[in-house]
């Protein structure tokens, strides 16, 4: 492994090792192991989008006290990165990861990269744990079929204040495969999209007693 990749990796590591939000160290992991493969696939910069999905959640603020802060945070983590490829990284960062209304669109194969990359751990069976996993910090209830919608509407369209976990699939997670940008993202999407629908097929079957 590159040094400068060695170093970031070990700082991240530290940092989100005990994180309890859903940005766990082992979640950087798995984007960052989607990323490689990707980029790969897609002949993008692998340096690039490995580095931008390493500190991708550094500047999310379940983790930083603010956006900004989080961003310069990246910025001297990435001293040691030239110029060019730095400014890169952090611009993907700030495309993907910022949540609310002025986000910038993902315009570079690299940013494609790293979303899709980021977007695949939120679905299959690593997307349910979680999904369950933050309903459960959050106190929500797995279910409530008065409130789960079942439209297909954007992730925009609702941001309905009160939400269940398996509401958090409609509102969002099946919409991600057609999100996805790339061509290699959107085929290991495919798998992990029928387990999520499998899935919820069986359970409101359990649910209503049908099975
Ligand atoms: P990321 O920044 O990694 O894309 P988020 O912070 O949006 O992820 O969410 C972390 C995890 O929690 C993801 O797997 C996401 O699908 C899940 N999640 C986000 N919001 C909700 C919710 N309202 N209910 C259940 N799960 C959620
Ligand atoms: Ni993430």
């Not at 192991?33 to 989008?49: L, S």
């Not at 993902?106 to 309903?135: C, K, N, W």
């Not at 079942?150 to 269940?164: H, I, L």
Request: aromatic share 6%.
């Amino acid at each position: 492994m590159n040094e400068i990749v060695s170093t970031i990796t070990h700082y991240v590591k530290q940092k989100l090792e005990n994180e309890g939000s859903g940005h766990d160290w082992h979640h950087i992991e798995r984007v960052v192991r989607h990323a490689e493969v990707i980029a790969k696939a897609e002949g993008a910069n692998d340096f690039v989008c490995i580095v931008a999905a390493l500190v991708h959640d550094l500047a999310d603020d379940k983790i930083a006290p603010s956006e900004a802060e989080g961003l310069k945070e990246v910025e001297r983590l990435l001293e040691d990165v030239n110029r060019e490829e730095r400014e890169h990284i952090i611009e993907i960062i700030s495309s993907i990861s910022f949540k609310g209304g002025n986000r910038p669109p993902v315009t570079t194969l690299e940013a494609q990269v790293v979303q899709d990359a980021d977007r695949l751990d939120a679905i299959g069976a690593i997307g349910i744990a979680r999904t369950f996993v933050y309903a459960g910090a959050k106190g929500d209830l797995i279910h409530d079929p008065s409130i789960t919608i079942r439209d297909n509407m954007t992730p925009e369209t609702y941001r309905s204040g009160q939400s269940t976990a398996i509401n958090h699939f409609y509102e969002k997670l099946l919409h991600l495969k057609e999100l996805m940008n790339t061509t290699k993202g959107k085929e290991l999407a495919q798998h992990r999209h029928e387990f999520m629908e499998h899935f919820l097929n069986q359970f409101h079957d359990e649910w209503a007693g049908r099975k």
